[in-house]
């Protein structure tokens, strides 16, 4: 059950997503609550990382105010398109949508399933890095399901999930969106969106996919603690997009590749990584925990491992981190 103090903290920030001043007083009413009380609730929004401005005889506003996530507008959206995916919950705030669709399939609910978050408290990255996650700016969600595969023949799905992606966001934006691998999208070598794939399962018919994305829409430019630079969809688009409608089109794009890896496999999509690479033919350094290792960029293998031709040889790696390899002239 929701607490009182998560529904007051909904209720406020619902009303000044409109960006315009509201009152201590009106807001008071409104929530039935003290004056003191909705400061309070000020400096909880304040820590889910939204930015709000107090004057004193006019109130508090959100400058610019917020498109907030529509549930309904999604849900409708998903059971009315998608082949793979039947429902759709929006929380406020979470942990990770990632960790909240593990503990939901651990109880036996998490097929199909789709768990959208507006700020994470723990958002997670590969590797073990955090996802820095603002209230109302970006897009951090989860997508949960089962597959008629076993998790060996799941070996270049996240590679297929960000090569798909590069392809749609490509049909938006008139910047090159590329590949780091195995799967950092990036524009101008300043990261758009990350990709965590978790699965599990058994190795030979059936797994549970769990596949979570972080999208830059509208990151504040003062935001603390992202160790990479970073660039925002918003300001890429062709054609402006309402937050919600960008979403449902990316839902829809996950369900399309997803439906497409299992029923054709990962070759159609291997088959466009030279086109998306960030590095393909450059020099190269990948770095992981035995160590570093450098090289051209040689494409990726049929179970998406990384090519690098060496001094007299090509060798393949299943992890690491990638990175242009500094020129020495
Ligand atoms: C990466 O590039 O390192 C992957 C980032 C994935 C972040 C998303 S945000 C939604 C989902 N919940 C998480 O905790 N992580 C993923």
Known sequence: MKSVSLERLQRLVTILSDGRFHSGVKLAQILGVSRTAVWKLTNKLKLWGIELFSVRGKGYKIPNG?????????????TANAKLFSSVEVLSTVDS??????RSWAQGNGEGRIVIAEHQTGGRGRNGKTWVSPFGTNLYFSLGNRLPM???ALGGLSLAIGIGLAKFFNQHTDRKVKLKWPNDLLV???KLAG???EASGDSNDNSFLNIGIGLNWKMPSNAQGIEQPW????EILIKEL????LLAQVLLALDDILYDYIENGFESFRSHWAEYSA???????????TGTVSGIEAGIDKMGALRLKMDCEEKTFYSGEVSLRPSTC
Do not use: F
């Not at 917020?66 to 998903?78: A, D, F, K, P, V």
């Open 279 to 289: 590095y393909y033919g450059e020099p190269v350094v990948l770095t992981s925990s």
């Open 231 to 234: 660039i925002n969809l918003s």
């Open 97 to 102: 949508t990632s960790s909240y669709l593990a």
């Open 188 to 190: 101008d070598q300043r």
């Open 66 to 78: 917020l498109t907030l996530i529509n549930g309904q507008y999604l849900e409708q959206q998903i």
């Open 242 to 245: 309402d937050r919600n409608k």
């Open 195 to 197: 990709i965590l794939v």
């Open 150 to 152: 076993g998790l060996s």
